[in-house]
Nanobody
Framework: QAQVVESGGGQVQAGGSLSLSCTAS?????????????MGWFRQPPGKHREFVAA????????AYADSVKGRFTVSMENDRNTISLRMDNLKPEDTAVYFC???????????????????WGQGTQVTVSS
């Protein structure tokens, strides 16, 4: 059973920084090879739908970002390829949301951006940015 666990988050003033971390357990066996997961971050602001933030492919080579966070957020993968981090700089009040980590156990080395592309999700962690 795949499991995704986030850590980090908290409260910060506008202009500040926070980091989130996420670990995904489990691998898939496809074509004679075990594959770790590509992973992504989504967020759900109060009263709004869940939205894509950033993603990284299973090799760590490919990344994708939402336009709203480009240049401020950075997603990276640890050497074990089971843990990713999201560094958030120059935070704004509109970044306030519950942040979710998700894992894509598919075959291809791509940075997925759709909610339906991910098979396992974490419980979420709160990020609050005050003005």
């Amino acid at each position: 059973q795949a499991q995704v666990v986030e850590s980090g988050g908290g409260q910060v003033q506008a202009g500040g920084s926070l980091s989130l971390s996420c670990t995904a357990s489990g691998r898939t066996f496809i074509g004679g090879t075990f594959h770790n997961a590509g992973m992504g971050w989504f967020r759900q602001p109060p009263g709004k739908h869940r939205e894509f933030v950033a993603a990284i492919s299973k090799s760590g080579e490919f990344r994708a970002y939402a336009d709203s966070v480009k240049g401020r957020f950075t997603v990276s993968m640890e050497n074990d390829r089971n843990t990713i981090s999201l560094r958030m700089d120059n935070l704004k009040p509109e970044d306030t949301a519950v942040y979710f980590c998700a894992a894509d156990y598919g075959e291809y080395d791509v940075a997925r951006t759709g909610i339906g592309d991910f098979q396992a999700w974490g419980q979420g962690t709160q990020v609050t940015v005050s003005s």
